[in-house]
Structure formats: structure tokens, C-alpha cells
């Protein structure tokens, strides 16, 4: 006998599902089930996946979902076909979107609304009809019945029984098999499956306890009694329905009548509204794309018209000429309403893109692969990014909304997951591990996946001596590394929104997510197989500074202008030369810094080199050093085949770009684009090894029909294969690139400006604000600290200083911002008590504007204005002053040490506004031999130091040998030191550099110079005392 | 009146575990009714095994409840109900 499970729950029933999809459907397949359904609680977010892998394994996929209804009962909903598929979309819509966050409840309205197509089962315990019949009112549970038949029609609604071993289950089914008899409905045998096996039942109880926020040892009624609800085989089933033959017998029919309900391959993005009459859509794209070429290119020559041509003809003969006309108009109302914001990703392999002003990327001239972007063959759907400055981002997506209709238009979904850190805290909590152990536990965790915590115990120091790996955490870590990857939460995507041209609810299910914004129910990976297509409106807070930046500048009286910086400026590409790029985008990193120092940049090409080469990718496949090494002639440019010149020639022979690949793949063996990009995406997605060899024997045997050696076309694919995950396309890194430059060249020449408006933007970038202001500082501008009536909201600029702002000061924020800015306004505050008479505050606010310096122009006595503040009395205890008296006497009490108000500037701003912390360790370290940042390049090469700091942004980016190397900077008064902590050294003392927070360090080891930056290889690392 | 008694019996059964008699003080009972059956999972983080609980009656109308224990496979008489 067969079966088919119709009541199912995937880890998508977010913490009430333990069973991977993927080995769902593989134990379905293997048992001879010829369908399963999903049922999900509320949401079809597993639905794609579970489709796309039921098919692949040759079994039936049935869409559902387990609805709640208004009274909190259940009920198991399944799509018969693609309308069903609507109907469910337009009942989770409504659910969701019709009540508070994260309650969603269907009414009967809407059941009654969109019950065609639809089939239902009268659910599980908590169902409507099984709990009136276990309170005892049967009578209303058949009449109940008989209520969800007249909406969804006889032949579409079944008495849903599960044998699932509770107390009760024996006489539940029995009622609910009379009442079926007794209204003429079928039955349905089901499981309510949480998990594939009954071993899994642990997991899903402690996902359960994390749930209901309980621990194992309480009692809660949603933590299930027994291992019974998992994927049992057909034979199980029958054996436990034995007394119910027909209840298994009628899952089969059921799944005859679910037919595949999930269209995939639509087209769903909308025409675009704003065609000219007379007009196609294809045409106007082809007008403006030209008109575009003419602003760019002022005369036409046919190398251009012909790639616009070649590109406008693939863009329309795959049907996305609105797609790009959305786009166009998207970038088209931000420079009109002069948002700044730049194209990214591989759109910048499009001219017609360039043309458009959606990137600024001249792919004609870069002689970019449009490919790689879009091609016939791989017909898919076009990626397009584009940065906004990132206080500006949501007018534009509002123009979206606004011009498509609220009902077209949402924000694209994110799956938080479980990972290392998560899973060992939430799991740990529910097994009452203590609360402080698991804080300092976690804190040690790297960013890893949880089921690499073992490896990471392997492989981490810091980990191995934390004692995670006592025994007592064993089943801890097993139990995490079987929730890694399952779903936590939805949460909304940075940047992706998508446009449909229909209501968005006929096609995805939508809900709300924090904030109030609605999202989809699918991700960005999903929301495309069902013929929606992303736009990622990202916010960048770079774009912020840069405009800002730009603004004060002008505000001097100067001619500035962004868009026409020279892109040969000798002055900046020597301070790239150095390495000091500490704020410039893209290139700030320890390991950009030391590559700039080296690589002796010279032109814009070098940038995008340099932005694509410090890539996991890269590094891993063994080509920064040949190239450095070739880029300063040092070494000879060799290729391996003739045919690799034209390709590698920018690159010195070396593969750096995506694009490069498929030029390869396409020249070496002869694949063909559609082939080439499948090459390109494995890669880049690190997928099975497995697959990557299959690609690269078929490489091999092509290269050899194409005329080439098997041995050369081995080595050229070991090349590929060492590229392999996370390559950059070249078109992105030359969109990056260009940013990178013209900050640098801002920062060469405008420093306070730019450092100002980054300080008002952070967090942005590398580094905190603590370290941009030593490096501010390097470049000669002075830090100036909070003043009550020279500072403003964001930090300012005067000549060659930068005021520290009032939003700095820790607990500032609109409200108390607003108060003192418009009291400002009237005039300047002439004393502490002047401004409290104007400015109504909160004490903490005071407290922090006080210790902080804000009032030392005023009054230069601190501590007397904190004890001034209890006289002015306050207000119940709301903290809210209520200042009255305007007779503040200062009784007469010593001010803080000199030592005190550092470390009350530092916490309240984060800054060392006066000195730096380490100019008080100066005089003890000097005697004892310590170099400083500024004195260390007099040492020579090869002789041991000792150098002493503030750790900085300790990390272990993979290296090409897989052997650990963790890099850091030290901060001192005057700049940065980088270290180098190779393997040996990082077992012995990597425990001090990733634990929170990293005291302040003391390294000795070897100094080494290469080009023109200075590093240290560490050979003993302590705690600075 | 409900009484936790909670000791190792002797049990005869049949197919599925299904009890048919079990002797207590001394004397066979013969299980006239299986009433009810659930399964709990017990303690299982503490190394506790899964039991499968029968509620049974027998012809002079008591009322008890039994267990099997999945790991011992033993049997016991878990509660009377007076």
C-alpha cells in the first residue's frame, strides 16, 4: 500500500521543524511516495525549494500550508493548481498584512474569498474541529464541518486524523471518523511530520524550547510528548491506521487532484507605464539609450553603435527592454532629484547601461563582456545594482511604490539562519547551560557555519583553551551542528525590491516585517524562479560622505566637482603608492594597504586590478605575487596558449576577473557562452567539487578538440579551479574602483572634509571613528572636541580642523539634538546655567555633554557643573529636568584629573579627542625599546622590534596554503602597525587577539618592508602592562 | 482515587505489544480493554527511554495503566484507578 504525507512541516515552520527539505523528499523518494506536500505555518517560503528538489527526485510536489485561523485553530490548506497556488498567496497576503506582526490569522471571509482550487484538510489537535470534539461539543464540531465543506466544496474538504500516540488520539480519531460518516466526508490519514527520523524529535523539541523560550526541564504545552511526528513510511502508516484503511487510502486521490501548483519561467515584471504614444518599449529603450551614447561619446563612432546594437538586440529578444526602462527611470529620478549614486555588480559590462546612466562604468572602452551581464543563451534574469547615498535610498524606492502602485511593489525577504554563534546560544540557553558561560562562549565563536564549530575547535586557539570542547558541551555542539542552516526569522533585504506587473499578493505570499515594511515571502534566490526580477536599491553610506564632503568643500568657495576629478592625479596615486589609505573605499584593509605599498599603481587600471585581487578567490589561487611581480616587471608576462593573450593581457597573464573566465572557457575549449557562464557560476559559488571536475574533463576534452594540448588545457583549468569562490567581475570592480580613486583623491587633497563627513556617516568602512581621527590627525588636521556652541549635528569643518558633533556625545540623539539647535538658534549660550534655563534635558544627556568637554568654553570646571546639576532638581523620575531655578550655585570642588576626563571623553565619544591613550604609555615604553608607528620605518629590515597598541580588526582571511594567518594593526599616536601572525605564533598567542574585547597588546617581532610599506611578522604577542 | 504504583510486572502480549494479561500480588489479570495508548519521550536529554503507555480495564471493571519501556522492554504497572 501506498501514501502520500499531505501535513508536513519544514524548518521554514521557523523553530517547529527539524527535517532538511532536501532529505524530506529524498526519504519520500525512497520510500515509493509518488507526492508530498509541504505545509509550512503561515508561509510558502519553503515552497520553491521543496519544489524544485521534489521534481529533481521524481516525486509529486503539492504546495501547502498550515493556516491559523482567527480563533487560533488550524487548518491544512493544498493547492490543485496554479490558481490554488494564488489563492494561498492571497490568504497568507491577507493574514499577514490584516493583523499585528507576527500573528497572521485567516478569517472565514477570506477563506470564503479564495477557497477555489483549492483543498483542505481539517488539521491537526489544534485544529477547530479536533478540539471541539475533545472539549466535548461534537455537535458544534459537526457543524463546523459542515461549514468549511460549504466553502471549499464536499469533494475538496477531509477529516483530517493523525495517530500520533497522545492520550485521547484513539478516541479523537474515532469521533472524527463518526463525523465524517455522519456528514458524508472522506477522512485523511496524516502525521503532522516536524522531522524526517525520530531521532530528529530532540532537535525539534529544543527548537521548540528556543520557540516557547523555555528550558528543557520546563513544561510547556507546545513541547510535544513523543518522537512520533516524523516522515513514516507508507507501510507505517497503514499499520498504525489499521483500523482506518480508507484515511491512507484517499491521501493518494488527494495528490491526484494536486496537480504542480508553482509556475516558474513567468514574466512578471511590469510593462514599463511612460512609453511616448506611437512608441514600443523596445524603441524608446533604443532612443534613449542612443541619445545617452551621444551625451557620452559625442560623436558615434561603429565599434559603438554596433555593441549598443548587439546589446538593445539581446536586451529585446529576451524580452527585458521594460525591465531596463524601470531601471532607467530608478536612476533617472535620482539625478534629477540630485541623489547621488553609482551602478555596480555586472550591469557595468553593459554600454546600453553606461548610456542609460545607470553605471559609469564605459564598458565599450574597458572592452567588457557584455556576457557576463546577459546572454541568449543563459536567458536569465538580468542583475542590476546601483548604490544611493544612503539617507536618500528610500525616496527613491518610494518613487518606485508611488509610480507601480503599493500592491506591485515590496521589499525582497532575507532568511536569518542559524549559525555558529546563534545556534550555540539559543541552544545552550534552552539546555540551561549558565548564562554567563554561554556569553563568554559564544563571544569566542568566529563567523562560522554550526556545524563548523568542531573544525573551528580544530583549527582556533582561543576556542581549544575557551573549553567549548569539554565533554559536557558535546551533545551541545552535535545538536548545533543539526540546526546550521535552518531558518530563524525573516528579515528584509538591504536593498532588493521588486516590481511586478500584477498584485504582488497573486504571485508571492507578503507579510510584514520589523519596521513596518512588507517583504515577500521569498528571497532574492526564490523571488526570480516565479518571473520576478530584483532591483537592488542599495544604500551606501560612501555616496552620503562623498556628497557631503563635496557640499562643505564648495561651501569654501571652491570649484570642486566630483564627477570631473582628473583620474591622473600624480599627487594621489603617490599617497596610494605608500599605502596610506586609511578611508579611501574599497582599499583601506591592512592587506589592500600593503598591496598598494607594493603594487606601485600608476593608472585607474591598477585600481580595478586592486580592488579585484585582494578577493578570497585571488588569494587563494596563488596570483597576487605573480601578478605584483609582472605589474612591476620584475617577471616575465608568459601565457600558456596564444589564445590567452588578448584575454590576459591587462592582467599580466594572470586571471583576475570573472569575465576572464568565460573568455577562456570560450577561446581555450570552444564553450559556448551559456556553457562559459555555467562554469563562471559553479566557481563562484564554491559548489560540489564533484561538479567542478565534471566541468573541468569536459574543458579538457573540448580544449583538445579545439587544437589545444591536454597538458596545457590541465594547467590552464588548475588555474580556474584555483580562482574558484568569490572572484570579482571586472565590471564591478572597475564600478568600485572609480569610487576608490576619487575618494583618495578627495582624502589627498581635502582631508578634513572627508574625514569629516566620514565621521558623520560611520559606521561606515573599515575602521571606527577613533582610528579615522588618528589618521585625520597623521594628515595634519586637529581634532577639536564637542563645544555647546561651536558644534553641530555632524561633524564640521573649519581650515584644517574638524569639530567634534553633538550627535558624537553617547546618548544624544534627535530629540535632545533638536532642543539644543533650536535653542542655538536665538543666540549662543552664555554659561551652564544660560543653558539649562533654555534647554530642557535629560539628566543622562547633561551628565554626558558635561564629562565630555561640551561645556569647558562655558564653564572649564566639570565636576562642579555635575553637581550643579541635582540643584537644579528634577522631574518625578522620568529623568527629565525640570528647571526652575535659575540660581545654580557651583559648590567649589576640585575638577577631574587630567587622566579622568580622557577616560570619560573616551567612553562618552569614543574618541581620544586630547591625546591618544597610547601617548601615556609613551614614557614607560621609549626606555624599554618600543618603536612607534612613526619611527618605525628608521629600524632596519630584519632586526627584531617591539611595538606596542590597540589591536584593530583582528581577522583570518583564508589563505592560499589553507594554513591560519590572522592580520591585525596596532594604533598608536600616530598611525597604524600591521602585523602578521603566521601559524606557528597564532597557536601560541591567538587567544589574546579574538576575544572581547582585545586589551591592548604588546607584539615583538621580525619588522619586514615590501615596496613601500612596513610590517611586523609577530613572534610574541602579550598584554600591554 | 488514583494510586502511582509504578513497579515491574510480569506481562503476557501479543501482536504490537498489545497487553493481554499481567499478573499482580500474585494473580493474572487478564486485560479485558485496551482503552487508550500513548508514547512519551520522557526525560530524553537526561538519557531517560521512550514508553508506550496502555490504558487498560479488565472484566471486573478496575482500571490501570501500564508501560513498556523501549530500551528494558520491560513491563510495569504505572497507576490503579480505584
Given at each position: 500500500m501506498s501514501f502520500v504525507h499531505l501535513h508536513v512541516h519544514s524548518p521554514f515552520s521557523f523553530l517547529d521543524g527539524a527535517g532538511r527539505i532536501e532529505e524530506m523528499v529524498t526519504s519520500a523518494s525512497a520510500a515509493g511516495m509518488p507526492s508530498l506536500a509541504l505545509t509550512d505555518h503561515n508561509n510558502l517560503c519553503g515552497a520553491i525549494l521543496f519544489s524544485g528538489l521534489a521534481k529533481k527526485a521524481g516525486i509529486k510536489p503539492i504546495t501547502g500550508v498550515e493556516i491559523t485561523l482567527g480563533d487560533d485553530s488550524h487548518l491544512t490548506l493544498l493547492a490543485k493548481n496554479p490558481d490554488g497556488y494564488t489563492n494561498l498567496c492571497r490568504i497568507l497576503s491577507a493574514a499577514h498584512l490584516g493583523n499585528?506582526?507576527?500573528?497572521p490569522r485567516t478569517t472565514e471571509e477570506t477563506l470564503k474569498a479564495y477557497s477555489s482550487n483549492l483543498a483542505a484538510l481539517s488539521g491537526c489537535r489544534k485544529g477547530r474541529i479536533p478540539r471541539l470534539i475533545l472539549k466535548g461539543n461534537y455537535r458544534v464540531a459537526e457543524e463546523t464541518a459542515q461549514t468549511f465543506a460549504d466553502i471549499f466544496g464536499r469533494e475538496n474538504f477531509f477529516i483530517e486524523m493523525q495517530q500520533d500516540f497522545l492520550p485521547g488520539s484513539r478516541f479523537l480519531n474515532r469521533a472524527l471518523d463518526n463525523l465524517a460518516s455522519h456528514r458524508r466526508l472522506k477522512t485523511a490519514a496524516t502525521n503532522n511530520v516536524h522531522y524526517v527520523t525520530k531521532e530528529q524529535f530532540k532537535i525539534h523539541d529544543l527548537l521548540t524550547c528556543v520557540r516557547t523560550l523555555t528550558k528543557l526541564e520546563e513544561i510547556h504545552p507546545e513541547r510535544r510528548l513523543n518522537a512520533e511526528n516524523y516522515l513514516k513510511s507508507p507501510a507505517e502508516m497503514a499499520q498504525i491506521f489499521g483500523d482506518y484503511p480508507q484515511a491512507v487510502t484517499n491521501t493518494l486521490a488527494i495528490a491526484e487532484m494536486c496537480q504542480p501548483a508553482l509556475e516558474t519561467g513567468n514574466r512578471l515584471f511590469p510593462a514599463f507605464p511612460d512609453i511616448p504614444p506611437g512608441e514600443t518599449a523596445a524603441g524608446y529603450l533604443r532612443k534613449l539609450t542612443f541619445k545617452g551614447a551621444r551625451e557620452r561619446y559625442r560623436y558615434l563612432p561603429r565599434q559603438v553603435t554596433s555593441r549598443l546594437d548587439h546589446e538593445l538586440d539581446i536586451i529585446c529578444r529576451l524580452g527585458f527592454e521594460d525591465y531596463f526602462l524601470l531601471v532607467w527611470d530608478a536612476a533617472n529620478y535620482a539625478r534629477r532629484e540630485k541623489i547621488r549614486y553609482a551602478g555596480r555588480g555586472s550591469a557595468a559590462d553593459s554600454a546600453v547601461a553606461y548610456c542609460l546612466y545607470i553605471t559609469e562604468v564605459d564598458s565599450i572602452a574597458r572592452n567588457l563582456l557584455f556576457e557576463r551581464f546577459m546572454s541568449l543563451e543563459r536567458a536569465q534574469t538580468p542583475d542590476i545594482d546601483i548604490d544611493f547615498d544612503s539617507r536618500h535610498r528610500d525616496r527613491v524606492s518610494a518613487y518606485l511604490y508611488k509610480k507601480y502602485g503599493a500592491d506591485r511593489v515590496a521589499t525582497v525577504c532575507t532568511y536569518n539562519t542559524f549559525r555558529a554563534r546563534s545556534a550555540f546560544r539559543d541552544l545552550a540557553k534552552a539546555m540551561d547551560f549558565p548564562a554567563a558561560e554561554i556569553d563568554r562562549l559564544a563571544k569566542k565563536l568566529p563567523y562560522i557555519q554550526a556545524d563548523q564549530i568542531d573544525l573551528a575547535v580544530e583549527r582556533f586557539p582561543e576556542l581549544r583553551e575557551s573549553g567549548i570542547d569539554a565533554p559536557g558541551f558535546r551533545d551541545l555542539l552535535d545538536y548545533c551542528a543539526a540546526v546550521s542552516g535552518f531558518p530563524r526569522f525573516i528579515g528584509t533585504h538591504l536593498g532588493g525590491i521588486v516590481v511586478s506587473r500584477c498584485p504582488l499578493s497573486d504571485v508571492t505570499p507578503l507579510q510584514e516585517a520589523a519596521k513596518g515594511i512588507v517583504v515577500t515571502q521569498y528571497d532574492k534566490e526564490f523571488i526570480e524562479d516565479i518571473g520576478l526580477v530584483k532591483l537592488d536599491l542599495l544604500s551606501l553610506r560612501t555616496m552620503a560622505a562623498i556628497e557631503d564632503t563635496t557640499l562643505t568643500i564648495r561651501e569654501t568657495g571652491s570649484s570642486f566637482d566630483y564627477e570631473t576629478i582628473p583620474l591622473d592625479d600624480k599627487a594621489t596615486f603617490a599617497m596610494l603608492n605608500k599605502g596610506e589609505t586609511i578611508g579611501v573605499f574599497q582599499l583601506e584593509s591592512p592587506a589592500q594597504r600593503a598591496l598598494q605599498s607594493r603594487l606601485g599603481a600608476s593608472e585607474m587600471e591598477d585600481i580595478i586590478a586592486s580592488v579585484a585581487i585582494i578577493r578570497p578567490g585571488p588569494i587563494k589561487g596563488n596570483m597576487v605575487e605573480p601578478f605584483i611581480a609582472r605589474r612591476q616587471g620584475k617577471e616575465p608576462v608568459t601565457y600558456l596558449h596564444p589564445k590567452l593573450e588578448p584575454i590576459l593581457k591587462k592582467t599580466y597573464g594572470v586571471v583576475l576577473f570573472q569575465e576572464q573566465v568565460i573568455e577562456i572557457a570560450t577561446a581555450i575549449a570552444g564553450f559556448t557562452p551559456g556553457e562559459a557562464d555555467h562554469l563562471r557560476r559553479v566557481m563562484t559559488h564554491a559548489r560540489s567539487h564533484r561538479e567542478m571536475a565534471g566541468i573541468g574533463a569536459d574543458f579538457i576534452k573540448k580544449a583538445a578538440a579545439n587544437g589545444v594540448s591536454t597538458e596545457v588545457a590541465e594547467t590552464i583549468f588548475s588555474y580556474i579551479t584555483g580562482y574558484a569562490s568569490y572572484g570579482f567581475c571586472e565590471a564591478h570592480a572597475a564600478a568600485f574602483a572609480t569610487t576608490a580613486y576619487k575618494t583618495a583623491y578627495i582624502i589627498k587633497h581635502y582631508p578634513a572634509h572627508f574625514f569629516a563627513s566620514v565621521l558623520s556617516h560611520q559606521p561606515m568602512g573599515f575602521y571606527d571613528s577613533n582610528t579615522l581621527c588618528v589618521e585625520a590627525r597623521r594628515r595634519g588636521v586637529t581634532i577639536l572636541p564637542p563645544d555647546i556652541n561651536l558644534s553641530r549635528e555632524c561633524f564640521t569643518v573649519d581650515a584644517n580642523t574638524i569639530r567634534i558633533s553633538l550627535r558624537q556625545i553617547k546618548g544624544v540623539k534627535d530629540n535632545s539634538l533638536e532642543k539644543i539647535l533650536t535653542a542655538r538658534e536665538k543666540g549662543p549660550f552664555k554659561s551652564f546655567d544660560d543653558f539649562l534655563k533654555r534647554v530642557h534635558t535629560d539628566r543622562n544627556v547633561l551628565e554626558n555633554l558635561i564629562c565630555c568637554g561640551a561645556f569647558d568654553s562655558l564653564h572649564s570646571n566639570r565636576k562642579q557643573l555635575l553637581w550643579a546639576i541635582p540643584a537644579t532638581g528634577s522631574k518625578g523620575n522620568t529623568g527629565e529636568l525640570s528647571l526652575t531655578d535659575n540660581t545654580v550655585t557651583l559648590p567649589p570642588v576640585p575638577d577631574f584629573t587630567p587622566q579622568e576626563k580622557f577616560n570619560m571623553e573616551y567612553e562618552i565619544l569614543g574618541i581620544d579627542v586630547t591625546s591618544h591613550f597610547m601617548s601615556h604609555w609613551r614614557s614607560r615604553l621609549n626606555p624599554r625599546g618600543f618603536l612607534n608607528s612613526m619611527n618605525l620605518a628608521a629600524a632596519k629590515t630584519g632586526s627584531p622590534v617591539k611595538v606596542a597598541g590597540l589591536p584593530v580588526r583582528p581577522h583570518r582571511p583564508p589563505t592560499r596554503t589553507g594554513k591560519i594567518a590572522a592580520f591585525f594593526s596596532l594604533e598608536d599616536e600616530f598611525g597604524l602597525i600591521d602585523i602578521t601572525v603566521f601559524e606557528k605564533t597564532y597557536q601560541e598567542f591567538g587567544k589574546l587577539l579574538f576575544t572581547r574585547p582585545v586589551p591592548p597588546l604588546q607584539v615583538w617581532g621580525t619588522l619586514q618592508q615590501r615596496g613601500n610599506g612596513f610590517s611586523i611578522i609577530a613572534r610574541k604577542i602579550f598584554r600591554l602592562q | 482515587m488514583v494510586k502511582l504504583i509504578n513497579k515491574n510486572i510480569e506481562m503476557e502480549y501479543g501482536i504490537n505489544n498489545t497487553p493481554l494479561a499481567f499478573r499482580i500480588n500474585g494473580k493474572w489479570l487478564p486485560v479485558s480493554q485496551v482503552l487508550d495508548i500513548w508514547k512519551d519521550t520522557g526525560i530524553w536529554w537526561d538519557g531517560e527511554s521512550e514508553k508506550t503507555f496502555y490504558r487498560v480495564n479488565t472484566p471486573e471493571g478496575s482500571l490501570f495503566e501500564l508501560y513498556r519501556d523501549s530500551v528494558s522492554r520491560s513491563w510495569f504497572l504505572y497507576r490503579v484507578y480505584d
Amino acid at each position: 500500500m501506498s501514501f502520500v504525507h499531505l501535513h508536513v512541516h519544514s524548518p521554514f515552520s521557523f523553530l517547529d521543524g527539524a527535517g532538511r527539505i532536501e532529505e524530506m523528499v529524498t526519504s519520500a523518494s525512497a520510500a515509493g511516495m509518488p507526492s508530498l506536500a509541504l505545509t509550512d505555518h503561515n508561509n510558502l517560503c519553503g515552497a520553491i525549494l521543496f519544489s524544485g528538489l521534489a521534481k529533481k527526485a521524481g516525486i509529486k510536489p503539492i504546495t501547502g500550508v498550515e493556516i491559523t485561523l482567527g480563533d487560533d485553530s488550524h487548518l491544512t490548506l493544498l493547492a490543485k493548481n496554479p490558481d490554488g497556488y494564488t489563492n494561498l498567496c492571497r490568504i497568507l497576503s491577507a493574514a499577514h498584512l490584516g493583523n499585528p506582526r507576527q500573528t497572521p490569522r485567516t478569517t472565514e471571509e477570506t477563506l470564503k474569498a479564495y477557497s477555489s482550487n483549492l483543498a483542505a484538510l481539517s488539521g491537526c489537535r489544534k485544529g477547530r474541529i479536533p478540539r471541539l470534539i475533545l472539549k466535548g461539543n461534537y455537535r458544534v464540531a459537526e457543524e463546523t464541518a459542515q461549514t468549511f465543506a460549504d466553502i471549499f466544496g464536499r469533494e475538496n474538504f477531509f477529516i483530517e486524523m493523525q495517530q500520533d500516540f497522545l492520550p485521547g488520539s484513539r478516541f479523537l480519531n474515532r469521533a472524527l471518523d463518526n463525523l465524517a460518516s455522519h456528514r458524508r466526508l472522506k477522512t485523511a490519514a496524516t502525521n503532522n511530520v516536524h522531522y524526517v527520523t525520530k531521532e530528529q524529535f530532540k532537535i525539534h523539541d529544543l527548537l521548540t524550547c528556543v520557540r516557547t523560550l523555555t528550558k528543557l526541564e520546563e513544561i510547556h504545552p507546545e513541547r510535544r510528548l513523543n518522537a512520533e511526528n516524523y516522515l513514516k513510511s507508507p507501510a507505517e502508516m497503514a499499520q498504525i491506521f489499521g483500523d482506518y484503511p480508507q484515511a491512507v487510502t484517499n491521501t493518494l486521490a488527494i495528490a491526484e487532484m494536486c496537480q504542480p501548483a508553482l509556475e516558474t519561467g513567468n514574466r512578471l515584471f511590469p510593462a514599463f507605464p511612460d512609453i511616448p504614444p506611437g512608441e514600443t518599449a523596445a524603441g524608446y529603450l533604443r532612443k534613449l539609450t542612443f541619445k545617452g551614447a551621444r551625451e557620452r561619446y559625442r560623436y558615434l563612432p561603429r565599434q559603438v553603435t554596433s555593441r549598443l546594437d548587439h546589446e538593445l538586440d539581446i536586451i529585446c529578444r529576451l524580452g527585458f527592454e521594460d525591465y531596463f526602462l524601470l531601471v532607467w527611470d530608478a536612476a533617472n529620478y535620482a539625478r534629477r532629484e540630485k541623489i547621488r549614486y553609482a551602478g555596480r555588480g555586472s550591469a557595468a559590462d553593459s554600454a546600453v547601461a553606461y548610456c542609460l546612466y545607470i553605471t559609469e562604468v564605459d564598458s565599450i572602452a574597458r572592452n567588457l563582456l557584455f556576457e557576463r551581464f546577459m546572454s541568449l543563451e543563459r536567458a536569465q534574469t538580468p542583475d542590476i545594482d546601483i548604490d544611493f547615498d544612503s539617507r536618500h535610498r528610500d525616496r527613491v524606492s518610494a518613487y518606485l511604490y508611488k509610480k507601480y502602485g503599493a500592491d506591485r511593489v515590496a521589499t525582497v525577504c532575507t532568511y536569518n539562519t542559524f549559525r555558529a554563534r546563534s545556534a550555540f546560544r539559543d541552544l545552550a540557553k534552552a539546555m540551561d547551560f549558565p548564562a554567563a558561560e554561554i556569553d563568554r562562549l559564544a563571544k569566542k565563536l568566529p563567523y562560522i557555519q554550526a556545524d563548523q564549530i568542531d573544525l573551528a575547535v580544530e583549527r582556533f586557539p582561543e576556542l581549544r583553551e575557551s573549553g567549548i570542547d569539554a565533554p559536557g558541551f558535546r551533545d551541545l555542539l552535535d545538536y548545533c551542528a543539526a540546526v546550521s542552516g535552518f531558518p530563524r526569522f525573516i528579515g528584509t533585504h538591504l536593498g532588493g525590491i521588486v516590481v511586478s506587473r500584477c498584485p504582488l499578493s497573486d504571485v508571492t505570499p507578503l507579510q510584514e516585517a520589523a519596521k513596518g515594511i512588507v517583504v515577500t515571502q521569498y528571497d532574492k534566490e526564490f523571488i526570480e524562479d516565479i518571473g520576478l526580477v530584483k532591483l537592488d536599491l542599495l544604500s551606501l553610506r560612501t555616496m552620503a560622505a562623498i556628497e557631503d564632503t563635496t557640499l562643505t568643500i564648495r561651501e569654501t568657495g571652491s570649484s570642486f566637482d566630483y564627477e570631473t576629478i582628473p583620474l591622473d592625479d600624480k599627487a594621489t596615486f603617490a599617497m596610494l603608492n605608500k599605502g596610506e589609505t586609511i578611508g579611501v573605499f574599497q582599499l583601506e584593509s591592512p592587506a589592500q594597504r600593503a598591496l598598494q605599498s607594493r603594487l606601485g599603481a600608476s593608472e585607474m587600471e591598477d585600481i580595478i586590478a586592486s580592488v579585484a585581487i585582494i578577493r578570497p578567490g585571488p588569494i587563494k589561487g596563488n596570483m597576487v605575487e605573480p601578478f605584483i611581480a609582472r605589474r612591476q616587471g620584475k617577471e616575465p608576462v608568459t601565457y600558456l596558449h596564444p589564445k590567452l593573450e588578448p584575454i590576459l593581457k591587462k592582467t599580466y597573464g594572470v586571471v583576475l576577473f570573472q569575465e576572464q573566465v568565460i573568455e577562456i572557457a570560450t577561446a581555450i575549449a570552444g564553450f559556448t557562452p551559456g556553457e562559459a557562464d555555467h562554469l563562471r557560476r559553479v566557481m563562484t559559488h564554491a559548489r560540489s567539487h564533484r561538479e567542478m571536475a565534471g566541468i573541468g574533463a569536459d574543458f579538457i576534452k573540448k580544449a583538445a578538440a579545439n587544437g589545444v594540448s591536454t597538458e596545457v588545457a590541465e594547467t590552464i583549468f588548475s588555474y580556474i579551479t584555483g580562482y574558484a569562490s568569490y572572484g570579482f567581475c571586472e565590471a564591478h570592480a572597475a564600478a568600485f574602483a572609480t569610487t576608490a580613486y576619487k575618494t583618495a583623491y578627495i582624502i589627498k587633497h581635502y582631508p578634513a572634509h572627508f574625514f569629516a563627513s566620514v565621521l558623520s556617516h560611520q559606521p561606515m568602512g573599515f575602521y571606527d571613528s577613533n582610528t579615522l581621527c588618528v589618521e585625520a590627525r597623521r594628515r595634519g588636521v586637529t581634532i577639536l572636541p564637542p563645544d555647546i556652541n561651536l558644534s553641530r549635528e555632524c561633524f564640521t569643518v573649519d581650515a584644517n580642523t574638524i569639530r567634534i558633533s553633538l550627535r558624537q556625545i553617547k546618548g544624544v540623539k534627535d530629540n535632545s539634538l533638536e532642543k539644543i539647535l533650536t535653542a542655538r538658534e536665538k543666540g549662543p549660550f552664555k554659561s551652564f546655567d544660560d543653558f539649562l534655563k533654555r534647554v530642557h534635558t535629560d539628566r543622562n544627556v547633561l551628565e554626558n555633554l558635561i564629562c565630555c568637554g561640551a561645556f569647558d568654553s562655558l564653564h572649564s570646571n566639570r565636576k562642579q557643573l555635575l553637581w550643579a546639576i541635582p540643584a537644579t532638581g528634577s522631574k518625578g523620575n522620568t529623568g527629565e529636568l525640570s528647571l526652575t531655578d535659575n540660581t545654580v550655585t557651583l559648590p567649589p570642588v576640585p575638577d577631574f584629573t587630567p587622566q579622568e576626563k580622557f577616560n570619560m571623553e573616551y567612553e562618552i565619544l569614543g574618541i581620544d579627542v586630547t591625546s591618544h591613550f597610547m601617548s601615556h604609555w609613551r614614557s614607560r615604553l621609549n626606555p624599554r625599546g618600543f618603536l612607534n608607528s612613526m619611527n618605525l620605518a628608521a629600524a632596519k629590515t630584519g632586526s627584531p622590534v617591539k611595538v606596542a597598541g590597540l589591536p584593530v580588526r583582528p581577522h583570518r582571511p583564508p589563505t592560499r596554503t589553507g594554513k591560519i594567518a590572522a592580520f591585525f594593526s596596532l594604533e598608536d599616536e600616530f598611525g597604524l602597525i600591521d602585523i602578521t601572525v603566521f601559524e606557528k605564533t597564532y597557536q601560541e598567542f591567538g587567544k589574546l587577539l579574538f576575544t572581547r574585547p582585545v586589551p591592548p597588546l604588546q607584539v615583538w617581532g621580525t619588522l619586514q618592508q615590501r615596496g613601500n610599506g612596513f610590517s611586523i611578522i609577530a613572534r610574541k604577542i602579550f598584554r600591554l602592562q | 482515587m488514583v494510586k502511582l504504583i509504578n513497579k515491574n510486572i510480569e506481562m503476557e502480549y501479543g501482536i504490537n505489544n498489545t497487553p493481554l494479561a499481567f499478573r499482580i500480588n500474585g494473580k493474572w489479570l487478564p486485560v479485558s480493554q485496551v482503552l487508550d495508548i500513548w508514547k512519551d519521550t520522557g526525560i530524553w536529554w537526561d538519557g531517560e527511554s521512550e514508553k508506550t503507555f496502555y490504558r487498560v480495564n479488565t472484566p471486573e471493571g478496575s482500571l490501570f495503566e501500564l508501560y513498556r519501556d523501549s530500551v528494558s522492554r520491560s513491563w510495569f504497572l504505572y497507576r490503579v484507578y480505584d
